[in-house]
């Protein structure tokens, strides 16, 4: 899973995201919006990295409800600051240490006051989280949130709470999320949990564990009732949502990618569905065929490719090569013609030639990518490659990389948005933009941000077809055709 969503401002969700720089950690202050009751406990979080980190955040919220704990905005009004927390590069968990600078002083003003460390972070460092972090008082993996009202009352009584605890079942698949942050029209669905592809510079495996697939029913379930609850898209998460693999106990059924994306199509025609992270060895023609046949499941699909090159790819253990990436880039051209493709691609990585880098940027321009998540390589402590590669990219080479590669990205997605003007989307309307509350922004089929003035009688969670009438390499510019 790489699909960060980058604006540090708060309040933004995916689903109402802007995408603005690649080296931006993502922030999210996780909140329902209505007023707050002072009264009781109260928990306060901050997510950082990705889409599965803001949706298990929603689980963590909906465990602390579960035992009287409120969610507040107020850093003030917090019994309990949790920050759930990435370590995918240096940069995220720097981030993560500034932020609890600042609740060192929130604690000192209100002693008291418990901190707690979720997600990646916590999972990677464990134990040497509390020796090095001594306001700290909580440690918890993502698998171990069930036990977090336990390790809350351990902390309540003065001593340090940690479970770091890596589960081969835990899916969380009985836990319906309490929604943060909501706009009340897109919601995620995780459908799976952990990695069992080893790509030598990523953590995810170690600080997620192993692969295991979500109960496909609760997944339904879960889809059904945000449709009734009038949402109108849901995004189904996963690191590698190409290997979900679920058996029916009752049927020894074997439900696949295709056979889920399916299942939840035929929730309601209206409900549109999106998906997150797709890999390039598993994506099937049999889910191409799936997302071709019905018009609800979106034409966008996020296929990291990480380097353009078959040698550095070995050596990062994509276990596929540039060949086999063109040929499913081909492949989603002839199912999906109108299909929308965005990537993510690391600059530097360990040996990478001047050569090697250049294949990069022609797999750009082959793959004509609406847009891309764009990093140098940060090396990750306990990973394949930190064992096996010296990081021999001077960061200078890096960054001048790295920047040819977004100025050639970004030349790519102007023209990709530039070859929508004139066309008429039907967008779901998802809130106000964020430039102008004259004005409503949505995203098309493509996932692609268009922004149009209002038009009486319609709200958020409405379909509108809107007319692109100019574009910029990030938003799409339209007025309503209706
Ligand atoms: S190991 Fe590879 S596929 Fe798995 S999360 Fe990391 S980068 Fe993605």
């Given at each position: 899973?790489?699909?960060?969503?980058?604006?540090?401002?708060?309040l933004?969700?995916?689903?109402?995201?802007?995408?603005?720089?690649?080296?931006?950690?993502?922030?999210?202050?996780?909140?329902?919006?209505?007023v707050?009751?002072?009264?009781?406990?109260?928990?306060?979080?901050?997510?950082y990295?990705?889409?599965?980190?803001?949706?298990?955040?929603?689980?963590?919220?909906?465990?602390?409800?579960?035992?009287?704990?409120?969610?507040?905005?107020?850093?003030?009004?917090?019994?309990?600051?949790?920050?759930?927390?990435?370590?995918?590069?240096?940069?995220a968990?720097?981030?993560?240490?500034?932020?609890?600078?600042?609740?060192?002083?929130?604690?000192?003003?209100?002693?008291?006051?418990?901190?707690?460390?979720?997600?990646?972070?916590?999972?990677?460092?464990?134990?040497?989280?509390?020796e090095?972090?001594?306001?700290?008082?909580?440690?918890?993996?993502p698998d171990?949130?069930?036990?977090?009202p336990?390790?809350?009352?351990?902390?309540?009584?003065?001593?340090k709470?940690?479970?770091?605890?890596?589960?081969?079942?835990?899916?969380?698949?009985?836990i319906?999320?309490?929604?943060?942050?909501?706009?009340?029209?897109?919601?995620?669905?995780?459908?799976?949990?952990?990695?069992?592809?080893?790509?030598?510079?990523?953590?995810?495996?170690?600080?997620r564990?192993?692969?295991?697939?979500?109960?496909?029913?609760?997944?339904?379930?879960?889809a059904?009732?945000?449709?009734?609850?009038?949402?109108?898209?849901?995004?189904?998460?996963?690191?590698?949502?190409d290997?979900?693999?679920?058996?029916?106990?009752?049927?020894?059924?074997?439900?696949?990618?295709?056979?889920?994306?399916e299942?939840?199509?035929l929730?309601?025609?209206?409900?549109?569905?999106?998906?997150?992270?797709?890999h390039?060895?598993d994506?099937?023609?049999?889910?191409?065929?799936?997302?071709?046949k019905?018009?609800n499941?979106?034409?966008?699909?996020?296929?990291?490719?990480?380097?353009?090159?078959?040698?550095?790819?070995?050596?990062?253990?994509?276990?596929?090569?540039?060949?086999?990436?063109?040929?499913?880039i081909?492949?989603?051209?002839?199912?999906?013609?109108?299909?929308?493709?965005s990537?993510d691609i690391?600059?530097?990585?360990c040996?990478?030639?001047?050569?090697?880098?250049?294949?990069?940027?022609?797999?750009?321009?082959?793959?004509?990518?609406?847009?891309?998540?764009?990093?140098f390589?940060?090396?990750?402590?306990?990973?394949?490659?930190?064992?096996?590669?010296?990081?021999?990219?001077?960061?200078?080479?890096?960054?001048?990389?790295?920047?040819?590669?977004?100025?050639?990205?970004?030349?790519?997605?102007?023209?990709?948005?530039?070859?929508?003007?004139?066309?008429?989307?039907?967008?779901?309307?998802?809130?106000?933009?964020?430039?102008?509350d004259?004005?409503?922004?949505?995203?098309?089929?493509?996932?692609?941000?268009?922004?149009?003035?209002?038009?009486?009688?319609?709200?958020?969670?409405?379909y509108?077809?809107?007319?692109?009438?100019?574009?910029?390499?990030?938003?799409?510019?339209?007025?309503?055709?209706?």
């Amino acid at each position: 899973m790489h699909l960060y969503n980058d604006n540090p401002t708060l309040l933004d969700v995916p689903h109402q995201q802007m995408k603005e720089e690649q080296q931006g950690e993502v922030f999210f202050k996780n909140y329902p919006q209505q007023v707050e009751d002072p009264s009781g406990k109260h928990f306060y979080i901050e997510s950082y990295g990705c889409q599965m980190n803001f949706s298990d955040s929603e689980i963590v919220a909906s465990i602390l409800a579960e035992v009287g704990f409120k969610p507040t905005r107020s850093l003030e009004l917090a019994d309990l600051i949790l920050v759930n927390t990435c370590s995918i590069r240096e940069k995220a968990e720097e981030t993560v240490r500034k932020r609890l600078r600042v609740f060192d002083a929130m604690k000192r003003q209100r002693p008291g006051t418990l901190v707690g460390v979720l997600g990646c972070m916590a999972e990677r460092l464990k134990s040497k989280f509390l020796e090095e972090e001594r306001l700290v008082d909580l440690v918890v993996g993502p698998d171990a949130y069930r036990d977090l009202p336990k390790l809350v009352a351990t902390a309540e009584d003065g001593d340090k709470g940690i479970n770091v605890f890596l589960s081969r079942e835990e899916t969380y698949a009985d836990i319906s999320p309490l929604r943060l942050d909501s706009n009340g029209v897109s919601a995620f669905i995780s459908i799976m949990r952990g990695c069992d592809n080893m790509c030598s510079f990523c953590v995810v495996p170690f600080t997620r564990g192993r692969e295991r697939s979500r109960d496909a029913f609760s997944i339904l379930a879960e889809a059904q009732e945000l449709y009734e609850r009038g949402y109108k898209e849901v995004t189904l998460l996963g690191q590698n949502v190409d290997s979900y693999k679920w058996t029916n106990p009752e049927t020894e059924n074997l439900v696949n990618f295709a056979h889920l994306l399916e299942m939840v199509a035929l929730v309601a025609p209206d409900l549109r569905v999106r998906f997150s992270t797709s890999h390039p060895k598993d994506i099937t023609n049999e889910v191409l065929h799936t997302i071709a046949k019905y018009p609800n499941i979106c034409k966008y699909i996020h296929l990291p490719v990480q380097s353009g090159n078959s040698n550095v790819l070995e050596r990062m253990n994509r276990t596929y090569d540039r060949e086999w990436y063109m040929e499913r880039i081909e492949a989603v051209r002839q199912i999906i013609p109108e299909c929308a493709i965005s990537s993510d691609i690391i600059a530097g990585f360990c040996g990478e030639t001047e050569e090697e880098h250049q294949d990069t940027l022609s797999m750009i321009e082959f793959a004509d990518y609406s847009m891309s998540y764009m990093f140098f390589y940060s090396e990750r402590p306990g990973t394949l490659a930190a064992r096996k590669y010296p990081d021999d990219i001077t960061l200078e080479v890096k960054k001048r990389r790295l920047q040819e590669i977004i100025n050639l990205q970004s030349q790519v997605s102007y023209g990709h948005n530039q070859r929508d003007i004139g066309k008429v989307f039907e967008v779901l309307i998802e809130g106000d933009s964020r430039k102008s509350d004259q004005d409503f922004c949505g995203r098309n089929t493509q996932n692609k941000m268009i922004v149009f003035p209002k038009v009486a009688g319609y709200k958020p969670g409405q379909y509108i077809n809107v007319l692109v009438k100019a574009a910029s390499s990030a938003t799409l510019i339209g007025e309503a055709a209706i």
